[in-house]
């Protein structure tokens, strides 16, 4: 049985036409239409069959019970108003955004059934193209919800996620924030420094140890700029404890204190071990 | 044609073991037998015909006329005396060491025909158990080589890489050290300190950003004690210019600069993606 009967995903790029693909697969709607600012999205998500429907201007959204705000985090501030023109009270309003404090303020004041969503399934490759209906498949989806909201369009929202194989986890928008700044905003960051600390004539050198530590500094600057500014002091709390966390590593080097840093990286390897 | 008559491998682990298998694989030399501390290591290369003989004595490596020391680092350094009583003064010997300054230095005025070898195809595995013949395919093998030293030597060392499959650079000690300080040991650094800035209670949230950047943090922290303790000011060196680089991006999330944040980012993302 359908779920919703039209879905609208503004933005179908890797997130969004990934979603876009899983919707059509699991029979969650039965309709989705994909609302793009490049007409070559469009096309290639028709061609990619992702959606039934799309085009460059909102007013394909009209009519939709679910609406999915699948753009950077700073362009859903600038759509919020747009879409109220097009959707009616009752329509569901979700995103896919990796920060939730201010966009679920934002959001749930316009937007009586707006629930954040937030799928752990991002990459550094980017757009439809690259775009999978399998990417949801065993991974975690953080829901947030604000306190006496309908809880018919959050169990509508969480069992659609359910549907394409993520495991659901409920948050308050502010703990959301406080954790992804460490387990997802801090490891960009680092990465993204790692990589640029490099000398260009070293890179050469660089073995499986290096490419897999900066593997996310390709992801999309413009992107995670949005991500960075919007979890502020989050990210800069977390920054400051890896920084702690480094300086201790640095320190029983320089003091030639075996004994200290093979506690330290024995810590580490305990703790990435427990990561599943 | 056989390169060697008789090959010994003193550490039967991921490294020795994985050389023992390739070694077999493509035919290098007639006999390959194994020294290890311990009884099961050596039961489990037999089983797996990495050798042909194996011991926890080093008294089996008399008459090769290559050996290969594939233990820690520090290790190298209290075996050399103990190895220089079983082999002829025209035996080859080469490592597999991480660090090469300190090891070159020491096995060089022990052997004559001592060429530092450094193949960057190590794993956070670790045993013979996860050994495998093909890790050294189209990955980089630096070597090493005092000026003046047998060419016949180093030629047939670099022989043998390239036959299981090994691209093979060479460095002067200095300049292997101060290289891979940042290209190897400054990334395992970072993904210790990483790891272990996550609070526990977040650990729940990995998704594949923070596990690929923090995956070589369940290396083994004895041998990496090791690689950091003989590689120390290059290491510090790398840590300083990697901090200063996040110091960069904290800067710019801190004053709120999208300009310079994005710049910072799209610098990463261009070199990240130089890499192959």
Redesign the interface.
Known sequence: MFLFRKVAIIGVGFIGGSLALAMKKNRICREVVGVSKHKRTIILALSRKAIDKGSLSLDIIRGSDLVILSTPVSSIMHLKNEVLRYVDRECIITDVGSTKESVFLALSKVFPNYIGSHP????EKKGIANASSGIFKG??C?LTLAKGRSTVAFNKVKEMWRRIGARV?TLSPKEHDK??G???H?????????????????????????????????????M??DI??TN?DN??D??C??????K???SA??S?D?RI??K??????K?????K
């Open positions: 752990l399934a991002g990459s991974s975690l953080l986890v954790k992804l460490f387990a997802s801090l490891p960009h960051a680092v990465a993204y420094a790692l990589i640029n600390s490099i000398p260009k004539n070293t890179l050469k050198f660089a073995a499986g140890g290096l490419k897999d530590t900066t593997r996310i500094s390709a992801s999309d600057p413009g995670w700029n960075f500014m502020r990210l800069l977390a920054i404890s890896f920084e702690d966390s480094l201790r590593i640095k080097i320089k030639n075996k840093l093979i330290i990286l024995s810590q580490s390897k703790k990435r071990e427990s990561l």
